[in-house]
């Protein structure tokens, strides 16, 4: 479960301070496939930043599992951030490397399996989103599809128990959206990993999300099961 109690973010722009999130508390379930929704500027990629730590909450408290990330040291923020993966709009690929290399980068950067562990575990990611026969492939050579398949085995090279979905399908025509969307319900089901999906268009809500929030000038405006958020008039 990640809560969030009575967190507040405010970014310092010279002597402006500019509110992103107002004190918010919030809940997701473990498990769950949870959707940020609003227009650009209404605080998704703040809220989700402070989810994964990339930024610090101004006041309030959250916790992943009961263990309170504000106050983690360097190393407890290391094993911490392991936890979370994150795919991108653009997925943030490094064009100068193959496909296996990308998804090997942060197992390199762990350090802890040996080469032929870490081979191993590249062949079995890229078989579960698809790309088994793409490996020596470099970013250029593949669709969009294809390029954010190699982000989301980027992302659960460490065996996260969250994967943050920063407008994952954004860029994405319709078809390749709906194949993408399908292979994150499957690796929700199969894995039991939360996402969390920040996303401005309503149909990507309605086909995978569980829950939602809708939010506006820093604040969760509307909050809970799809269907009901989406039955008002
Ligand atoms: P989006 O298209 O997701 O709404 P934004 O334009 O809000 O993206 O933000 C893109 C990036 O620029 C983010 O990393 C964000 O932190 C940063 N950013 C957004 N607004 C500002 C700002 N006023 N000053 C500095 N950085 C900003
Ligand atoms: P969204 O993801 O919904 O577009 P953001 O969380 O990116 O919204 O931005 C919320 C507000 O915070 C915006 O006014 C944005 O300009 C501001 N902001 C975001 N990131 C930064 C930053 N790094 N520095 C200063 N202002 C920022």
Redesign the pocket.
Known sequence: MIEFFQVNKA?Q?GKKS?TALHTTDLQIPTGQIYGLIGH??AG???LM?LINRLEEPSAGRIEVDGLDITQLDASGLRSFRRKVGMIF?HFNLLTSRSVADNVALPLRLAGELSKSEINKKVSDLLARVGLENHAKKYPAQLSGGEKQRVGIARALATDPSILLC??ATSALDPQTTGQVLELLAEINRDLGLTLVL?THEMDVVRRICDQVAVMDGGVIVEQGQVADVFLHP
Do not use: A, F, N, V
């Open positions: 970014y722009l500019i650009s500027g998704k990629s703040t930043r709009q920063d407008e920040i």
